[in-house]
């Protein structure tokens, strides 16, 4: 996936990047975007050197989206089964699978929360600026005073 977006910050190798929201993102509802925000920020490797105010192309890698999908949707799927397996076949009570589902999920989540941080510095989880389109006014200003 590629957005394009305006650089409003930037931390050694990484920056932060505005994106605003554009129509069709009122329809969809997958993105980052809240309900009744017009713009998202989004953290993203600085690889092409973008400045503050530069415009810029950010792309997502698509493996970084399988392994997110894996983790929060397929993950939790499994162990749902798995506890009904637990609950119906060895233990023998329905009401086992409710608690069993219940514990498994909210310890695979706690699980993610913990390792979060790790995950999204990762490469497969971190937005890139790939290209420049636009350079800002404030580096223009900037290289005339220089």
Request: hydrophobic share 45%; glycine share 8%.
């Amino acid at each position: 996936m590629t957005e394009s977006g305006k650089v409003v910050k930037t931390e050694g190798k990484y920056a932060t990047v505005r994106i605003d929201k554009k129509d069709e993102c009122g329809k969809c509802g997958m993105c980052l975007f809240a309900a009744n925000a017009s713009y998202t920020e989004m953290r993203a490797r600085n690889d092409a050197g973008a400045a503050v105010g530069d415009e810029a192309v950010v792309e997502t890698a698509e493996s970084g989206k399988t392994l997110s999908a894996v983790l929060v949707f397929l993950v939790p799927l499994f162990l749902i089964v798995l506890a009904a397996a637990i609950g119906l076949f060895i233990i023998g009570k329905e009401i086992w699978i409710l608690l069993l589902s219940l514990i498994f999920i909210l310890s695979w989540y706690t699980i993610l929360g913990l390792f979060d941080k790790k995950l999204r510095k990762s490469d497969k989880f971190c937005a890139r600026i790939v290209r420049i389109t636009a350079k800002g006014e404030k580096n223009d200003t900037d290289n005339g005073q220089q």
